[in-house]
């Protein structure tokens, strides 16, 4: 059974750091193209960014509002997707899934971790 | 950025009665290898969203048949037949075609 389970969410001022984690099981994590999706408290989902498999390249694509403030990373030894935000605006305030591309994409979803900026 | 546009926003069903969610794109979704990377996605309340549909059509595993979808180039509808009070929630197309992916608003379904 596929799993995902993210975590590190928390609340952080405007400009600060956050490290959140997303730790995959039931499935070949190192063959997996995997995606950060986010989700603002009563609004719909925004695409944040993907990474490819190792195997293809391990190259990231990341939408505009976060382009050099995200780096989306993996660790395939720990079967773990990362994605490390830097200079936090409250907009990025949001609940952040990690999902996967199995079969097409986004087809397994995290339970989401919330990460809250607010000063 | 291709824009997603879902209509209605808001849809009240009865429960038994089908109900039809609209999802329009500013731009083809076909992709250079011939495939149209439109996916629906079902979202209950307090839940994770939920894949429904891949690929304008195809349902993914464990989706009741009540579900399906359709459509092509800029134009597609999910259909959900005979909705059940589980059905209640809101439901995102979302287009894999151009950088960068992008979602609809959301249509929220509830019962009447």
């Known amino acids: 059974e596929v799993q995902l389970v993210e975590s590190g969410g928390g609340l952080v001022k405007p400009g600060g750091s956050l490290r959140l984690s997303c730790e995959a099981s039931?499935?070949?994590?190192?063959?997996?193209?995997m995606s950060w999706v986010r989700q603002a408290p009563g609004k719909g989902l925004e695409w944040v960014g993907r990474?490819?498999?190792?195997?293809?390249?391990?190259?990231?694509e990341y939408t505009a509002p976060v382009k050099g403030r995200f780096t989306i990373s993996r660790d395939d030894s720990k079967n773990t997707l990362y994605v490390q935000i830097n200079s936090l605006k409250t907009e990025d305030t949001a609940v952040y899934y990690c999902?996967?591309?199995?079969?097409?994409?986004?087809?397994?979803w995290g339970q989401g971790t919330l990460v809250t900026v607010s000063s | 950025d291709v824009v997603m546009t879902q209509s209605p926003l808001s849809l009240p069903v009865t429960l038994g009665q089908s109900a039809s969610i609209s999802c329009r794109s500013s731009q083809s979704l076909v992709y250079s290898d011939g495939n149209t990377y439109l996916q629906w996605f079902q979202q209950r309340p307090g839940q994770s969203p939920r894949r429904l549909i891949y690929?304008?059509?195809n349902r993914d595993s464990g989706v009741p048949d009540r579900f399906s979808g359709s459509g092509s180039g800029t134009d597609f509808t999910l259909k959900i037949s005979r909705v059940e009070a589980e059905d209640v929630g809101v439901y995102y197309c979302?287009?894999?075609?151009?950088?960068?992916?992008?979602f609809g608003q959301g249509t929220k379904v509830e019962i009447k």
């Open positions: 990474i490819r498999s190792k195997t293809d390249g391990g190259t990231t």
């Open positions: 690929k304008v059509s």
């Open positions: 039931g499935f070949t994590f190192r063959n997996a193209w």
């Open positions: 979302m287009q894999g075609t151009h950088w960068p992916w992008t």
């Open positions: 999902t996967t591309e199995l079969v097409d994409l986004f087809d397994y």
